[in-house]
């Protein structure tokens, strides 16, 4: 057979192009399943810990669960006890002569001054994002925004200092007095009583409405921009009115998110510690009316730490533990409730078309 007929002999070695390309696909697929291992990575680090933080909390506070029981909720009296007395114990838990925890006062503060918060707030900053977005001159509208984001990082014991020596004081000689004398009829008999010097449960509310619109606010007007404008020229063209269309499309489209954005709210509201300690009043009570002093779970948390740690017994420092775990139900509670919310919104109308919720 002729020679020059015989099939081209087979090299075993790659040509350099060859080796680049099977060395770029290597990286390629090493890169991806590094990529899949840090996503995965970080999508179980919230869980992991949540539940190290429920896990530690539950720990810490165990022995105060033992010794209190459900009069830990139920009860109002708070008190490490005599620290001059013997350790004494109790089902095996070490504690002081006298010492009683009762967290009632402090869960009703915490839920009253978070919810004044939220009724004030949440209604303030949809208008405030509506009119930056749809009424004012994109130069002002811009410079509003910046505000709110400035507002949003001002530390809350700022705040707090503000509405201790400012804010509170003119609130109860310029507006308390003109409530305190609204009709003697619901809902409005609930502003009657002692203004008091501008400490209390509503201008705690207040505070905490001016540190959670800034929040709500930028949420709200990054939705409201999302929409497309397209669907509200649409909206108009049938006849619909600026109102209707933000009534019928507007806010069908980015009402999830604003519940989004007022559970973020609120849970700055819950949470609060440094400017509610300064502008509550700082007394274990419930507030005797709506101007009254009070405190919440994260403010007794702040101001009685010290004071828990001179107990000898440790028995105050695991109440502050169960107070915390306390806060933290309550917590996941108001955010379960808000995705329950949000889904029900979202499966239960016809949304424009468009919409992605």
Not at 11 to 28: F, I, P, Q, V
Not at 167 to 184: E, M, Q, T
Request: hydrophobic letters at 50%; charged letters at 10%; a positive charge.
């Amino acid at each position: 057979m002729d020679g020059s007929l015989r099939p081209p002999r087979l090299s075993g070695r790659l040509s350099g192009g060859d080796r680049g390309k099977a060395g770029s696909a290597k990286r390629h697929r090493l890169l991806n399943g590094a990529i899949s291992v840090g996503s995965g990575f970080a999508a179980v680090v919230p869980f992991v810990a949540l539940v190290a933080m429920v896990v530690v909390l539950l720990v810490e506070a165990w022995p105060a669960v033992r010794y209190d029981g459900i009069g830990f909720i139920t009860s109002s009296t708070w008190t490490i006890g005599s620290v001059y007395s013997p350790i004494l114990h109790s089902g095996g838990v070490a504690h002081l002569a006298g010492a009683q925890f009762g967290s009632w006062p402090l869960v009703v503060g915490t839920l009253e001054s978070s919810a004044i918060a939220l009724f004030v707030g949440l209604p303030i900053a949809v208008g405030a994002a509506v009119l930056v977005v749809e009424k004012l001159p994109a130069g002002i509208g811009a410079g509003i925004g910046i505000c709110l984001e400035v507002l949003a990082g001002i530390p809350s014991v700022v705040i707090g200092v503000w509405g201790a020596l400012t804010f509170g004081p003119w609130i109860a000689k310029a507006v308390y007095p003109a409530l305190s004398h609204l009709p003697n009829i619901p809902p409005f008999d609930v502003f009657r009583g002692s203004v008091g010097a501008g400490e209390g449960l509503l201008t705690s509310g207040f505070v905490l409405a001016a540190m959670i619109i800034p929040i709500i606010a930028a949420t709200t007007r990054d939705l409201l921009r999302q929409v497309p404008e397209t669907t509200k020229e649409g909206a108009e063209a049938l006849g619909m009115t600026e109102a209707e269309v933000f009534r019928r499309v507007q806010a069908r489209w980015v009402r999830t998110g604003v519940i989004g954005a007022a559970v973020l709210g609120l849970g700055r509201a819950l949470g609060e510690t440094m400017a509610v300690a300064i502008i509550s009043g700082s007394q274990d009570q419930i507030a005797h009316n709506i101007y009254g002093v009070m405190t919440t779970i994260a403010a007794t948390i702040v101001t009685t730490l010290d004071a828990a740690q001179a107990d000898p017994s440790g028995l105050a420092v695991r109440a502050l533990a169960e107070l915390a775990l306390v806060l933290l139900v309550i917590t996941l509670v108001a955010n379960i409730g808000a995705r329950i919310i949000v889904r029900r919104s979202a499966h239960g109308a016809v949304l424009p078309v468009g919409a992605g919720f």
